[in-house]
């Protein structure tokens, strides 16, 4: 014969059952953001390139952050299938530093395998002396994961640059591209976006370093 639960005893296991019902209907713990930047780069030192003839030394024009849409450090894609004007951020995943930097900064060290890159007091100082060198301007115009459809995307850049030559009495324009790469992602999350996109931004500049280098002075 079972005997009846006492009156406390009763009110104690009603209070674990409201305790356990509340623990399940807690949310999950937020998950923790990632940050993502282009990868370590070259792990073993470049070899020796011998100097292209008469490539003067060129210039990283400063970044104007102010004016640009992409200078948060967001990691955003597209819907292209959906609403491909509404530019989205991941909520749990971001860049180190805005994605116009991470690029000059590869840029930077491209360049720099067959030329001198100086900074723009360096050019400054070379004007002033009678020498010319290189100005380059990038603008980033497009940074997404770019979703065709929701089981296709990829990593979308496009930038624009423009290559300058700087001499005591001014600047001349060398020329103007507009260099576009989209890079398949291997998966639809913020992980194949950030490995996608930053595929996409190292053949960017790949082709930007051929095209300042074979420009005809």
């Known amino acids: 014969m079972h005997r009846s639960l006492s009156l406390p005893r009763r009110a104690l296991l009603a209070a ?6 509340a623990c399940s209907a807690l949310p999950d713990k937020p998950q923790r953001s990632i940050s993502y ?33 992409l200078e948060g450090t967001a990691l955003n894609y597209r819907l292209g299938y959906e609403d491909a004007q509404a530019l989205r951020p991941y909520a749990a995943a971001r860049w180190t530093h805005p994605p116009l ?11 720099a395998e067959q030329r001198t890159v100086l900074g723009t007091l360096e050019a400054g100082n070379l004007a002033r002396e009678g020498r010319s060198s290189e100005v380059l301007r990038i603008s980033l115009d497009e940074f997404s994961h770019y979703f065709a459809s929701p ?66 002075r």
């Open 16 to 21: 674990a059952v409201l305790v356990l019902a």
């Open 37 to 69: 930047d282009f990868g370590p780069g070259p792990l073993a030192p470049a070899a020796a390139v011998a100097p292209a003839a008469a490539l003067p030394p060129i210039t990283l024009a400063d970044l104007d952050t102010a004016a640009s849409r």
């Open 101 to 111: 930097q991470l690029l000059r900064q590869r840029l930077r060290d491209a360049l």
């Open 151 to 216: 089981t296709s995307s990829s990593g979308l850049v496009r930038v624009r640059a423009t290559l300058l030559a700087l001499s005591p009495t001014g600047e001349r324009v060398l020329g103007q591209r507009v260099f576009v790469v989209k890079r398949p992602a291997g998966t639809a999350d913020a992980a194949g976006g950030a490995r996608a996109l930053a595929s996409a931004s190292d053949e960017v500049i790949a082709d930007m370093v051929r095209w300042v280098n074979g420009t005809r």
